[in-house]
């Protein structure tokens, strides 16, 4: 109760920049015809922009840029200009995090839900299975988790022919791109503050994006609530990580106020400790707050000394981003399994539960034969999904039917990894991505990511907040999306 209120007085970069007077305000044009020059002095400050901002990620061509900071840094692949959606998709959009945040809280207290749900999984996913097997330790134990925090990110995209929002995942682990895409938001304000009567735009249709100072603010009051004033954060990390800056963002403002330390899963077993209290040292130090942003993957557990490392957090005091319960809520299995009717309803009031369903698009197990048959015969209206995180694991257009055709042929239990979803086609339109200071102009499509923040203390929800957004763009061509994985590049919006 004596804990100090958190204030977080700093300020990413220019979110504070001036908007220029307001512009004579065109529609979006759909087609925006920028001429040659105006093009090349666009792309040219973007570039400079983003160099001076620290929009960047490690050089692939630079062999320390994954494992040293300062070393061989790119600017991230960014839109050149923002997206435009209507405002009221966002506001839906916005209005939805509150409700998952508090969906995920109450879905992870039912340990037999997750484990009943994931059971067949379990037989046939090993990683999957690794992460029920923590769980069920957890439950055998019976652990609790007092302080619950989430740094989520629901995304979504806009059906053309229906004209509705629908979830595409929510993220509840490894949430990435808070910091660089407040980034590309202030870039684009940037641009239209210089350029936006050439272009016809205004600035202050941008929203400001809030994302990296409200994850800061999350951890912050995470860390007071565990209330240990020797106590540090701990961020888990990849040993190679370029999109290391987008995290360096989030600890860089979260230092300012509290120690923060950055450690793989392989130090913290080499250096970590569970102590008799039941709190997590590392080299000494106590941990209040685990932040994962590795571990979501099977590569990230290379040898058993990764999976000691997840269990020793796990069963410790320490508050984790996400616990073992929250991780698995967050998995595609989960998300179809909350699909089915009355499902949602179990968890939620009424019209919570149908503010959500709204948003879904079909999800289906594989033991519906039915669906099944139709997306054999129709392989492109389908999205094929294993229990994957990252970006480049799902299964599309005629893989799909032969995937299908295989595990139909063999019998096996191997259905169980995968759920089908049906396939999101958004309307695409005319961008300028920017790659390695190249910029190719495509028919690309949008992922829109909308960030929430859950912090509980008890029975005291300490935040329960949308917090920022993240606009993704791709190739209206390529199947998968993913900034890490190269497919798509950093966006944000143009409200119309
Ligand atoms: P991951 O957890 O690996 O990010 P996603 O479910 O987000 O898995 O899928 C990865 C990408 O595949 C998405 O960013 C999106 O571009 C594409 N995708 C996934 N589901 C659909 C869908 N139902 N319709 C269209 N595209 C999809
Ligand atoms: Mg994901
Ligand atoms: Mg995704």
Not at 21 to 46: C, G, H, M, Q, R
Request: charged share 25%.
């Amino acid at each position: 109760s004596s804990s100090p209120p958190v204030s977080l007085g700093f300020s990413q970069s220019d979110e504070t920049e001036e908007v220029q007077e307001e512009v004579v305000l065109k529609p979006f044009p759909t087609s925006l015809s920028i001429s040659p020059a105006l093009l090349e002095n666009l792309v040219y400050d973007a570039l400079v922009w983003s160099s001076l901002n620290g929009l960047v990620v490690g050089d692939k061509s630079v062999k320390r840029s994954g494992t040293s900071p300062g070393v061989g840094m790119v600017h991230a692949p960014f839109a050149l200009l923002p997206m435009p959606i209507q405002e009221g998709f966002w506001k839906q959009a916005c209005e939805l995090a509150p409700i998952f945040n508090e969906l995920v809280d109450r879905v992870s207290l039912d340990g037999k839900f997750l484990q009943d749900s994931l059971s067949r999984t379990k037989k046939v996913d090993a990683f999957t299975s690794r992460l029920l097997d923590i769980h069920s330790k957890m439950l055998e134990i019976n652990k609790k988790e007092v302080i619950r925090l989430g740094l989520h990110r629901s995304d979504y995209m806009l059906d053309a022919e229906t004209a509705l929002l629908y979830q595409i995942e929510l993220n509840t682990i490894s949430s990435s791109f808070a910091g660089l895409g407040c980034l590309v938001s202030n870039l684009h304000r940037h641009l239209l503050n210089q350029h936006g009567k050439d272009l016809g735009l205004n600035p202050k249709r941008v929203p400001g994006n809030t994302a990296v100072r409200q994850f800061a603010e999350a951890l912050a009051k995470a860390w007071n609530a565990y209330d240990n004033k020797r106590a540090v954060v701990l961020f888990v990390v990849q040993p190679e990580e370029r999109n290391m800056y987008d995290q360096h963002w989030l600890s860089f403002l979260l230092k300012e106020i509290y120690p923060t330390i950055r450690k793989t899963l392989a130090e913290i077993d080499g250096e970590g400790q569970l102590l008799l209290d039941g709190s997590l040292a590392i080299g000494g130090q106590i941990v209040a707050v685990v932040y994962f942003r590795a571990g979501y993957s099977p590569n990230d557990y290379p040898s058993e000394a990764e999976w000691n490392a997840r269990l020793m957090m796990e069963q410790s005091t320490a508050i984790k981003c996400p616990s073992i319960s929250y991780h698995l809520v967050g998995t595609k299995k989960i998300q179809q399994e909350l699909a089915k009717p009355l499902v949602l309803e179990r968890f939620l009031e009424d019209e919570d539960a149908a503010k959500l369903r709204k948003c879904f698009a079909g999800l289906w197990s594989l033991d519906d034969l039915e669906v099944v048959k139709t997306a054999i015969e129709r392989p492109e209206l389908f999205v094929l999904k294993p229990q994957r995180e990252g970006g480049g694991n799902n299964i599309y257009g005629d893989d799909v039917k032969e995937m299908l055709l295989k595990l139909q042929h063999e019998k096996s239990q191997e259905q169980a990894a995968y759920i089908l979803m049906q396939r999101i086609f958004p309307t695409a339109s005319l961008s300028y991505l920017i790659r390695e200071g190249i910029c190719h102009q495509n028919n690309a499509i949008s992922e829109l990511g909308i960030y929430g923040a859950y912090l509980r203390n008890n029975d005291k929800v300490i935040m329960n907040d949308h917090c920022g957004y993240l606009m993704r763009t791709k190739d209206s061509s390529s199947n998968e999306g993913g900034v890490a994985t190269g497919f798509a590049v950093l966006d944000s919006l143009y409200l119309t």
